[in-house]
């Protein structure tokens, strides 16, 4: 009896709201005739991510590669003894159930690095377009409204500050395009040494309250986890200048929408662009769809991953990995998450 591989919620698997099982042409390349593959639950145009339905579709399943959906407890009861390993389709692990990994036995993985470019670019794009007040031009003047000046002057970089809290490799790789336009970059990360940030051309700040005040663009670019869980808080907003523009292209949950759309409010600080929002669209939050609002705000549908060579890139190392891990009974070879 073959594997069972069980993607759970595969964006790119879906065509008009339903599952095209010929999508999978990465998939099917890789796995060949040595893996069945199951697609997730679909309901009214997207995944089921939880609930019964969802766990049902778990049963019996060798390995789940998994995208937005949540590993919780309840998941883990019900695969456990059956699935060998889990590979999640994206950088972020905060939703794998780190855990429950080891203990239920199951290999972890993540793809650490497949869209750097990506992301360091949508970063770099967002924080030009709220500096230059490219979409306010853009949808006042197709509505009608013709004024060079209209959204203020912008600001002249050269006499900037940017602060990247997180140096990873996105944080590394932003650095390096966002340093072409602004005077100066500085950096918090406790796990970074500053030897190794200079070579960057980051300039280390050891703690986070010294990065907020001197930055002109504070930049997220962390993991999510409990210590960073709404990191940007009433407090972390305080520090910040009035003028201070934030981005974030990392997870909608080191963020508290609130706390940001108070600070827009009351003109705290200059100005925020988000690719991530807890839930995902921030129309289903009563205080992201406030944010929506404001002329200084600019968002994206988490996708600054995207473009076809990352996607397909993600989608085939993922299923080599559990390709691998199926055939040979031994760890994940990269983005191991139960070393």
């Given at each position: 009896m073959k594997p069972i591989v069980v993607y759970t919620d595969p964006f790119w698997a879906l065509e008009d709201g339903e599952v095209n099982p010929a999508l999978a042409t990465v998939e099917q390349e890789v796995?060949?005739?040595?893996?069945?593959?199951?697609?997730?639950?679909?309901?009214?145009?997207?995944?089921?991510?939880?609930g019964q339905r969802f766990l049902d579709n778990?049963?019996?399943?060798s390995a789940l590669a998994i995208y937005r959906a949540q590993m919780t407890e309840e998941v883990f009861e019900t695969v456990r003894g059956d699935v060998k390993v889990?590979?999640?389709?994206?950088?972020?692990?905060?939703?794998?159930?780190?855990?429950?990994?080891?203990p239920n036995g199951i290999f972890g993985f993540n793809v650490p690095d497949y869209c750097v470019d990506e992301v360091s670019t949508h970063t770099t794009s967002l924080v030009l377009a709220l500096e230059r007040h490219i979409c306010l031009q853009n949808d006042h003047l197709k509505n009608g409204h013709w004024d060079i000046y209209d959204g203020g002057y912008?600001?002249?970089?050269?006499?900037?500050?940017?602060?990247?809290?997180?140096?990873?490799?996105?944080?590394?790789?932003?650095?390096?395009?966002?340093?072409n336009f602004y005077g100066k970059v500085i950096g918090y990360d406790p796990h970074v040494h500053g030897d190794h940030m200079i070579g960057y051309g980051v300039a280390k700040r050891h703690t986070l309250p010294g990065l907020l005040n001197e930055a002109d663009v504070v930049l997220l670019h962390c993991l999510l986890n409990n210590e960073t869980k709404?990191?940007?808080?009433?407090?972390?907003?305080?520090?910040?200048?009035?003028?201070?523009?934030?981005?974030?292209?990392?997870?909608g949950g080191l963020v508290d929408p609130q706390?940001?759309?108070?600070?827009?409010?009351?003109?705290?600080?200059?100005?925020?662009?988000?690719?991530?929002?807890?839930?995902?669209d921030p129309n289903d939050n009563e205080w992201n769809k406030r944010i929506l609002?404001?002329?200084?705000?600019?968002?994206?549908?988490?996708?600054?991953?995207?473009?076809?060579?990352?996607?397909?890139?993600?989608r085939r190392r993922v299923a080599e990995e559990i390709l691998h891990v199926l055939r040979t009974g031994r760890p994940p070879r990269w983005g191991n998450l139960t070393e």
């Open positions: 796995f060949a005739d040595e893996v069945e593959i199951r697609f997730g639950v679909t309901e009214g145009g997207g995944f089921v991510k939880s778990l049963k019996g399943a889990i590979g999640r389709q994206g950088v972020g692990f905060d939703n794998i159930g780190l855990p429950h990994l080891k912008p600001r002249r970089l050269q006499d900037l500050t940017v602060g990247i809290i997180g140096l990873g490799r996105i944080g590394k790789s932003t650095a390096q395009k966002i340093r709404n990191l940007v808080d009433a407090s972390f907003l305080n520090e910040m200048k009035d003028d201070a523009l934030l981005l974030n292209t990392a997870r706390a940001v759309y108070h600070a827009l409010d009351e003109g705290r600080i200059g100005g925020y662009a988000s690719d991530v929002f807890t839930p995902e609002s404001f002329d200084n705000v600019i968002v994206t549908s988490h996708r600054a991953f995207l473009s076809a060579e990352s996607e397909l890139s993600q």
